[in-house]
Nanobody, 117 residues
Framework: QVQLVESGGGLVQPGGSLRLSCAAS??????????TGWYRQAPGKQRELVAT???????NYADSVKGRFTISRDNAKNTVYLQMNSLKPEDTAVYYC?????????WGQGTQVTVSS
């Protein structure tokens, strides 16, 4: 069983930056073979894709965050990151990390990001 723990959320002013981290752990778990991703859910809205990074390093971003957010992974630390720059109030949401491979998918508990002056 895989466990994911997110950290790094908080309150930031518009234009500011935050870096989210998601640490994965589990028995007989090989992080490097999993696809990783960040999703977010704002109040009253559905969960949406923010960014993904495959095991081969290919990244993909939602149009709304391109050029502002960067997903990266450190396979040696079993961790995936989301660097968020030039934050906007509309980025306010609970951010969730996800790892998946074939039929297996695991989610973190979520971390709140609030962008407000």
């Amino acid at each position: 069983q895989v466990q994911l723990v997110e950290s790094g959320g908080g309150l930031v002013q518009p234009g500011g930056s935050l870096r989210l981290s998601c640490a994965a752990s589990g028995s007989a778990f090989i992080f490097s073979i999993y696809k990783t991703g960040w999703y977010r859910q704002a109040p009253g809205k559905q969960r949406e894709l923010v960014a993904t990074a495959t095991s081969g390093g290919t990244t993909n971003y939602a149009d709304s965050v391109k050029g502002r957010f960067t997903i990266s992974r450190d396979n040696a630390k079993n961790t995936v990151y989301l660097q968020m720059n030039s934050l906007k109030p509309e980025d306010t949401a609970v951010y969730y990390c996800n790892i998946n491979r074939a039929t297996m998918s695991a989610w973190g508990q979520g971390t709140q990001v609030t962008v407000s002056s």
